[in-house]
C-alpha cells in the first residue's frame, strides 16, 4: 500500500508545564464521553477522507478541523499521534462526474485532491503522516475480501445479462454476509451506529445500498467488490478485475497503517451508519478466528462532527448549497478567520453558517491579535499549571474538545492587562486551536 503526498505541516508551539486531564470525547457506539487514553502513549487516529468529485465545503473543513482539534490536543498532552486518512479516488459520485461534464476521471480526481490539499493547508490542518488513494491499497484489499470469501462471510451475486453497463467479467460482484458475521463474531449490526432498523434502513438507501438487488442474502448486506463493467476503471486483484465497494477500503486502509485496535475512527455524522458500521464490521470479520470479537477490535472510540447548514438545509455537494473554502480565500478571507468562525460551535453541534458568523470571528481574531500584541516581554514567566488561561483552555479541551470554551478563555484573556503568563496563552491557542496570533516568521 503506497502513500502519496499530503499537505505541508504548520509549525506547533510546545507549552510545558502540567498538562490538562486526559482527552474524552463522545463515542457514538456507547453514547458516553470516554477517555481516549493508550497504554502505550501513542495515539491513532483514521478520519474518512473526501471523494474528490467537488471542492472542498464548510462541512467537510469543519470535520477536518474537529479531527485536527483532537490531534493538537493529544500532542499538548503529550503523546505520539499517528493519524491516516484515504481519498475515495474510485467511486460512483466521481465517475458520475466525469460522464456528466465529459472529463477524464482521473484528472477530476487528482485536481479536486490538489484543490483539497491547498484548502487544508489554508487552513493550517495538521496533514496525516499515511495518505493513501484507494487506487494504492487495491492489492491489499483484493486480499481482504478474498480472506473474507474464504472464511465463508462474503459471497458471489452474478451480474445479469441485460445489466447496463455490461459486465466484462463472469466472476460477478462480492457481498458481505452481515448474518454470516454476526454468527462468526460479538458484532451485531447498530453496535456502532446505534441506529434503529427503520433508521438503518434509511441510511441504506440514501447512501446507495442495493437491499432489493436479486441474489442477495439480506437487505443490509454490502457490497465488497464491484465486478468490471464496460466503460468504468477496474483493477486486477485476488478477486478477480473490477473495484472496491466503500466500507472495504476504508478498513483496510486503516488498519494496514495503523494497525487495529485504532484509537478513533472519525468522520462527519452522516457516516455513523452504514459506513463506519459496516467498515468496523468488515475489520471485525478479518480478526481471524475470534468469535469473540466487537466493534472495539477496529476502534476504542467512533467519533462524529456535526452538520453545517446554509440557506436552512444541511450543506452537501449533492444539493449545491455549498460554501467553498477556496471560494473565499480568492475573496480574501482570512483562513484564520474561516477557522475560528467553526471552532466557535461545538464539533458535535449542528449549525446553520451564515456571513454574521465570519464577521464575528473576523472581529474576535483582531482582538486576541492586538492583544498579543501588548504581551508582556521582559519579565518572569508563570509556570504554565497556575497560568489560569491556560489551565482553562487545557480543561476545555479536554472535555469533549471544547473549543467554545477554549475561546472563552482567550476572549477573557483578550481583555486582561498584560501579564508574565502570556506568551504562553499566545502559544497555547496555536497550538490547540491552530490560530497564530503574531505573524509567522
Given at each position: 500500500m503506497r502513500t502519496v503526498p499530503s499537505w505541508p505541516i504548520p509549525p506547533v508551539p510546545s507549552v510545558t508545564g502540567k498538562r490538562g486531564g486526559a482527552i474524552r470525547v463522545f463515542d457514538s457506539a456507547s453514547g458516553q464521553v470516554q477517555d481516549t487514553r493508550t497504554p502505550d502513549g501513542v495515539a491513532t487516529l483514521y478520519v474518512c477522507g473526501i471523494t474528490p468529485y467537488d471542492a472542498t465545503h464548510l462541512g467537510h473543513a469543519a470535520t477536518y478541523l474537529a479531527f485536527d482539534t483532537l490531534g493538537r490536543a493529544w500532542r499538548d498532552a503529550g503523546l505520539e499521534v499517528r493519524y491516516a486518512q484515504n481519498i475515495t479516488?474510485?467511486?460512483?459520485?466521481?465517475?458520475?462526474?466525469?460522464?456528466?461534464?465529459?472529463?477524464?476521471?482521473?484528472?477530476?480526481?487528482?485536481?479536486?485532491?490538489?484543490?483539497?490539499?491547498?484548502?487544508?493547508?489554508?487552513?493550517?490542518?495538521?496533514?496525516?503522516?499515511?495518505?493513501?488513494?484507494?487506487?494504492?491499497?487495491?492489492?491489499?484489499?483484493?486480499?481482504?475480501?478474498?480472506?473474507?470469501?474464504?472464511?465463508?462471510?462474503?459471497?458471489?451475486?452474478?451480474?445479469?445479462?441485460?445489466?447496463?453497463?455490461?459486465?466484462?467479467?463472469?466472476?460477478?460482484?462480492?457481498?458481505?454476509?452481515?448474518?454470516?458475521?454476526?454468527?462468526?463474531?460479538?458484532?451485531?449490526?447498530?453496535?456502532?451506529?446505534?441506529?434503529?432498523?427503520a433508521e438503518m434502513e434509511a441510511a441504506f438507501l440514501e447512501f446507495g445500498g442495493d437491499p432489493d438487488r436479486e441474489g442477495k442474502r439480506g437487505p443490509f448486506d454490502p457490497l465488497l467488490w464491484r465486478s468490471a463493467r464496460s466503460g468504468e476503471p477496474a483493477f486486477e486483484s485476488a478477486v478477480g478485475l473490477g473495484r472496491p465497494g466503500w466500507h472495504i477500503e476504508c478498513s483496510v486502509i486503516a488498519t494496514r497503517a495503523l494497525g487495529a485496535p485504532i484509537s478513533v475512527q472519525g468522520g462527519g455524522r452522516d457516516l455513523r451508519f452504514p459506513h463506519h458500521e459496516l467498515s468496523a464490521a468488515h475489520a471485525v470479520s478479518l480478526v481471524a478466528g475470534d468469535e469473540h470479537a466487537t466493534a472495539t477490535d477496529f476502534a476504542r472510540t467512533?467519533?462524529?462532527?456535526?452538520?453545517?447548514?446554509?440557506?436552512?438545509?444541511?450543506?452537501?455537494?449533492?444539493?449545491?448549497n455549498l460554501v467553498l473554502v477556496s471560494r473565499l480565500t480568492a475573496a480574501g478571507v482570512d483562513p484564520m478567520a474561516i477557522r475560528l468562525a467553526m471552532l466557535?460551535?461545538?464539533?458535535?453541534?449542528?449549525?446553520?453558517?451564515?456571513?454574521?458568523?465570519?464577521?464575528?470571528?473576523?472581529?474576535?481574531?483582531?482582538?486576541?491579535?492586538?492583544?498579543?500584541?501588548?504581551?508582556?516581554?521582559?519579565?518572569?514567566?508563570?509556570?504554565?499549571e497556575r497560568n489560569?488561561?491556560?489551565?482553562?483552555?487545557?480543561?476545555?479541551?479536554?472535555?469533549?474538545?471544547?473549543?467554545?470554551?477554549?475561546?472563552?478563555?482567550?476572549?477573557?484573556?483578550?481583555?486582561?492587562?498584560?501579564?508574565?503568563?502570556?506568551?504562553?496563552?499566545?502559544?497555547?491557542?496555536?497550538?490547540?486551536?491552530?490560530?497564530?496570533?503574531?505573524?509567522?516568521?
Open positions: 479516488d474510485v467511486d460512483d459520485p466521481l465517475l458520475e462526474r466525469a460522464a456528466k461534464t465529459g472529463r477524464n476521471w482521473q484528472e477530476i480526481a487528482t485536481s479536486q485532491t490538489d484543490l483539497f490539499r491547498s484548502d487544508m493547508a489554508a487552513l493550517r490542518v495538521l496533514p496525516p503522516d499515511a495518505y493513501v488513494r484507494v487506487q494504492d491499497s487495491i492489492d491489499e484489499t483484493g486480499a481482504a475480501i478474498a480472506e473474507l470469501l474464504e472464511a465463508g462471510l462474503a459471497y458471489r451475486v452474478s451480474v445479469a445479462p441485460d445489466a447496463t453497463p455490461a459486465a466484462t467479467t463472469d466472476l460477478g460482484d462480492v457481498y458481505y454476509d452481515v448474518a454470516a458475521a454476526e454468527a462468526a463474531s460479538d458484532w451485531t449490526m447498530g453496535d456502532v451506529s446505534g441506529y434503529t432498523a467512533y467519533a462524529h462532527a456535526g452538520l453545517i447548514a446554509y440557506e436552512g438545509t444541511k450543506m452537501s455537494k449533492s444539493l449545491g466557535s460551535h461545538h464539533y458535535r453541534s449542528d449549525w446553520e453558517w451564515t456571513d454574521e458568523e465570519l464577521d464575528r470571528a473576523g472581529t474576535r481574531l483582531q482582538r486576541w491579535r492586538d492583544r498579543a500584541a501588548q504581551a508582556a516581554a521582559g519579565t518572569l514567566a508563570i509556570a504554565p489560569a488561561f491556560v489551565v482553562r483552555m487545557r480543561n476545555a479541551i479536554a472535555d469533549d474538545l471544547d473549543t467554545p470554551s477554549v475561546i472563552g478563555a482567550v476572549d477573557d484573556w483578550a481583555s486582561s492587562a498584560p501579564n508574565d503568563g502570556d506568551h504562553d496563552v499566545i502559544a497555547l491557542v496555536d497550538a490547540l486551536l491552530g490560530v497564530p496570533l503574531i505573524a509567522e516568521g
